[in-house]
């Protein structure tokens, strides 16, 4: 529905959606709230498994939380950085979700950087299955958060395009640092 279409965070829902299905195995490389995980976990079902990364406990805490809510059981938590998913992973994966920036609600000075999340990009894609999908959703309001929206631009830009689809979706008429979305599929 509309609701899809208004924000960048539920456009990556959408575009992610459209790719995965029940018995998947999917990855939320940066947990936050838990809001993806959720999303993910219900996307896949029972027969899939959602592995989502996040370096805070907060962020842990708050998804656990929420997927209990929700009598969710197909997700394994995980504390440590995205940038050492093949410590965690070796199968193919269906789809990843990134959502950079600092935690909701959370540390504002806990943020995502360019370095790490570039090397977690690297990895999910080596570890994504063919016409998979990873989006990425780039907040860039906060300190640093310039430097890394250009780093993964200009990351993204350079994807071999026998090999990816790359896509990057703007909100063109808004004023205050709208964020945006990145899409990659592999071909
Ligand atoms: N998707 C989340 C949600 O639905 O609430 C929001 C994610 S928030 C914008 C970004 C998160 O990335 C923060 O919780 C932060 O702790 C986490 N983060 C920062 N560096 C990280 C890293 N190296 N690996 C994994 N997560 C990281």
Do not use: W
Request: net charge neutral.
């Amino acid at each position: 529905d509309v609701k899809s279409l208004k924000r960048a965070t539920e456009l990556a829902k959408f575009f992610i959606g459209t790719i995965i299905k029940e018995g998947d195995l999917v990855v939320d490389a940066t947990m936050g709230n838990g809001n993806d995980t959720l999303f993910l976990a219900q996307t896949v079902g029972k027969e899939g498994s959602v592995i989502s990364f996040d370096i805070q406990d907060l962020a842990i805490l708050n998804t656990k939380k929420l997927l209990d809510k929700n009598n969710i059981n197909n997700s394994k938590l995980i504390q440590d950085g995205h940038e050492n998913i093949d410590r965690y992973i070796s199968n193919e994966i269906c789809g990843a979700m990134f959502n950079l920036g600092y935690l909701p609600k959370g540390d504002r000075n806990i943020v995502t950087k360019p370095e790490t999340t570039i090397v977690a990009i690297d990895k999910c894609l080596k570890l994504l299955k063919r016409n998979g999908i990873i989006t990425i959703v780039i907040y860039y309001g906060h300190l640093g958060g310039e430097d890394e929206k250009e780093k993964i631009i200009h990351y993204v830009e350079k994807l071999d395009e026998n090999k990816f689809h790359v896509l990057k979706v703007d909100y063109i008429n808004q004023t205050k640092e709208p964020p945006i979305l990145i899409t990659i599929i592999k071909k």
